[in-house]
């Protein structure tokens, strides 16, 4: 079969089989008499009139047959064939059948959408709340009071006690200015100044150094010096990183501990990039972790990260939320959903009423009386169940929402082998009548009495062009049919699906008026 019937079989492939096949469960292929039957409550059942292609091909049977692929002929009763014609752009479909597929509609409805946005995530500390402790001179480490990773410690709390000889040597400075300036209290005043500037000095070198208030004010009032220097937390938290050990050297600048405050934690959740332009700084979100089922988490988004990572599509987006009970723990697995406000009542339809073939999105529209049309549709912002209509659709209109695949196939079909020709123009002749078509010869089986051709439309019939087999009413017809050969041939339908050729003749180089339209 050649494309444009292939894609007319195909098409109806999926309505056919749906249909066809309830068809089958419910009336088997057996052959029946022209005469009307009874049924067991009296009433007459409906006359067999013939059996159809189960694929949906120009090909019908009197009596029950199989096709090529083994697939049972659709019996067609009185009453099936004879469906009113549809309006141009519109499918009409039986009440029965209607019913046998499980068509179902709801209606356009104006709606607020209140979209999520989800994401994945995990726990990182706040790196506002931080800290490292840094001695700013040389030294030793004297003493550990805090010797464990991940132990809490409060706020002022002794971490560790250091020797320093440059911190022992600025503390003397400090209390030999200090008692110059006593002792030149009655001395004249540049003699003071230049002292006082001593002791300035000294002291600044202290302060700089991180030596408590309470050391140095001790200092000033006895002059004693002190050994060790005390470092002490600047907050309460977890010990997240220790590097001090008891006896060792360290120098200016090094990290021996850092400390990191808990109470409030980030959750850095990356959003999809298609995502990204509805989430906001400032806006709600919900965080779920797996250790605890239970519970919500809320926090705000305080940051939305400026770059994207290239490799998975994704920005990252920083929620910051309170941590009660430190029950967050970095690294923890986070899942975050953003909740994403509506722009007031919109037109919406339900997501399954729209037929994606991803170069346009249908849906199709009862019009009652068993009449479809199917509507292209512009969507815009969409929630879990629903999807705006921006154009094609009004509220109010009922749309299909079950099954709408299945008419959409026979829409399909329908229009691939009857928009060829203007609406309202005459429909097929009457069975029997001639029909002519310019042709190419496929391939002949002498056997059988059969040719397969290549035929352009028919519009007598509102054919398409296509390949299909044809009968032959003469042997002697098959010198004029040889493969490859260009004729015109004119062909009646003899039965239900049975086209023979009356007449062949090669093809003319001028076209003809074709006979019997």
Do not use: C
């Not at 946005?117 to 726990?123: E, H, I, K, L, S």
């Not at 054919?463 to 004029?480: D, I, V, Y």
């Amino acid at each position: 079969m050649k494309p444009a019937a292939a894609l007319a079989a195909g098409l109806a492939l999926a309505v056919a089989g749906a249909a066809g096949g309830y068809w089958l469960g419910q009336h088997p292929a057996q052959e029946h008499t022209a005469a009307t039957t009874q049924t067991d409550g009296g009433k007459p059942a409906p006359k067999l009139l013939y059996y159809r292609n189960p694929m949906g091909l120009a090909d019908t049977s009197p009596t029950p047959k199989k096709d090529p692929m083994g697939m049972e002929y659709i019996p067609v009763y009185e009453g099936e064939a004879s469906e009113e014609p549809a309006a141009a752009g519109t499918l009409r479909i039986s009440t029965e059948k209607i019913q046998k597929l499980g068509v179902r509609t709801e209606k356009a409805e104006l709606r607020s959408l209140d979209k999520q946005v989800r994401a994945t995530g995990r726990v990182e500390p706040d790196e506002q709340r931080i800290y490292t402790i840094t001695p700013k001179f040389e030294g030793y480490v004297e003493r550990l009071h805090v010797n464990i990773t991940g132990q809490p410690v409060a706020k002022g709390q002794a971490l560790f006690d250091v020797y320093s000889p440059e911190l022992v040597s600025a503390q003397r400075e400090y209390a030999i200015a200090a008692e110059g300036v006593a002792a030149l209290k009655n001395a004249g005043s540049e003699a003071q100044a230049g002292m006082k500037q001593l002791a300035e000095s000294a002291l600044t070198r202290l302060r700089n150094w991180d030596v408590p208030e309470e050391q140095i004010r001790a200092l000033a009032r006895s002059g004693a010096t002190r050994r060790t220097l005390g470092f002490r937390s600047p907050v309460a938290g977890i010990v997240t990183e220790k590097k001090a050990l008891q006896g060792m050297r360290f120098m200016p600048g090094e990290s021996l501990y850092q400390i990191a405050d808990l109470s409030r934690v980030w959750v850095v959740a990356d959003v999809v990039e298609q995502d990204i332009g509805l989430v906001h700084s400032g806006a709600t979100a919900r965080v779920r972790i797996d250790a605890y089922p239970d519970k919500v988490f809320e926090g705000r988004i305080g940051y939305v990260y400026p770059t994207l990572n290239a490799e998975t599509r994704t920005v990252a987006v920083r929620i910051e939320l309170a941590n009660p009970g430190l029950l967050l723990k970095p690294a923890m697995f986070a899942r975050v959903d953003i909740p994403v406000g509506g722009k007031g009542q919109v037109v919406t339809v339900p997501a399954s009423a729209v037929i994606d073939s991803g170069t346009r999105r249908i849906v199709l529209v009862a019009l009652g009386e068993g009449r479809f049309a199917p509507r292209e549709v512009k969507l815009g912002a969409r929630d879990d169940n629903h999807v705006q209509v921006l154009e094609g659709v009004q509220a109010g209109e009922d749309v299909v929402v079950t099954a709408n695949f299945l008419i959409d196939a026979e829409s399909n079909l329908k229009a691939a082998l009857g928009s060829f020709e203007a609406p309202g123009q005459t429909p097929p002749v009457a069975k029997g009548a001639g029909h002519r078509a310019d042709a190419t010869v496929e391939s002949l089986d002498t056997q059988a009495g059969t040719v397969m051709l290549e035929h352009g439309p028919v519009a007598s019939l509102k054919w398409p062009a296509m390949s299909m087999e044809f009968k032959l009413s003469n042997p002697a017809q098959q010198s004029s049919l040889a493969p490859g050969a260009k004729v015109t041939v004119e062909f009646v339908e003899r039965q239900p699906g049975e086209w023979v050729i009356t007449s062949v003749s090669p093809r003319s180089a001028a076209p003809t008026p074709h006979a019997g339209h």
